[in-house]
Structures are given as C-alpha cells and as structure tokens.
Nanobody
Framework: QVQVVESGGGLVQPGGSLRLSCVVS????????MGWYRQAPGKERELVAS???????NYADSVKGRFTISRDNAKKTLYLQMNSLKPEDTAVYYCNAVVAVSRFGSEYNYWGQGTQVTVSS
C-alpha cells in the first residue's frame, strides 16, 4: 500500500508565493520520477513540473522562471516552490510518483488527492 499526500495549498494574492509538499509513504522499494500536475475547472489535467530520481527537473513553459521543483529522497518528499503567482495558476494541484514496491516488481503511478491553489485579490 502506497500513500501520496499533498499539502501547502491555499489562497494567495497575485504576485505571492506558496510552497507545496508531497509525502510518499508505505511499502516502497524505490521512487522514480515525481511530478506536479494541475487541473483547473473545465480543463484537462496538465503537467506543471517533474523531476527524476537524480534531480533533473522539467517545467511547463507557463511556469518556467517562477516555479521550482525539488525533492528530498531520504524523506520521500517532493516540493514545489511557486513564486510570482498569477490568477491563471489557480487549480487543484496533484502530486504524482512512480513507485516500485519491490526490487524486481513493476513500477506504478500513484496520485495524491490534490490540494487547491487559488490566486486572487
């Protein structure tokens, strides 16, 4: 059993900052790529940023230069530092982790329940 739990969402004014966290726990052998996705009302879920197990990041064009993704492998935790937030960043943010539960087992995608980020004055 693997659990993925996000935290850190909330209401912030345009230009403000938020830091999201995501903790992965349970029966885990290894964690591969982790990522943050978001889904705004009426829109499809989209990738915001991802990071490999060795720390290589990848960003959507819309957040480059404003958001920073990082991870602490020892704590099995993923972060997203969001600066210069805009109203169009408003969405539910989801954490995703590719997890292997055993050494020779398959990898599976696990999702958190999401955390709401609202950017509004």
């Amino acid at each position: 059993q693997v659990q993925v739990v996000e935290s850190g969402g909330g209401l912030v004014q345009p230009g403000g900052s938020l830091r999201l966290s995501c903790v992965v726990s349970g029966s885990i052998f290894s964690i591969g790529t982790m990522g943050w996705y978001r889904q705004a009302p009426g829109k499809e879920r989209e990738l915001v940023a991802s990071i490999t197990s060795t720390g290589r990041p990848n960003y959507a064009d819309s957040v480059k230069g404003r958001f920073t993704i990082s991870r602490d492998n020892a704590k099995k935790t993923l972060y997203l530092q969001m600066n210069s937030l805009k109203p169009e960043d408003t969405a539910v943010y989801y954490c995703n982790a590719v997890v292997a539960v055993s050494r020779f087992g398959s990898e599976y995608n696990y999702w958190g329940q999401g955390t709401q980020v609202t950017v509004s004055s």
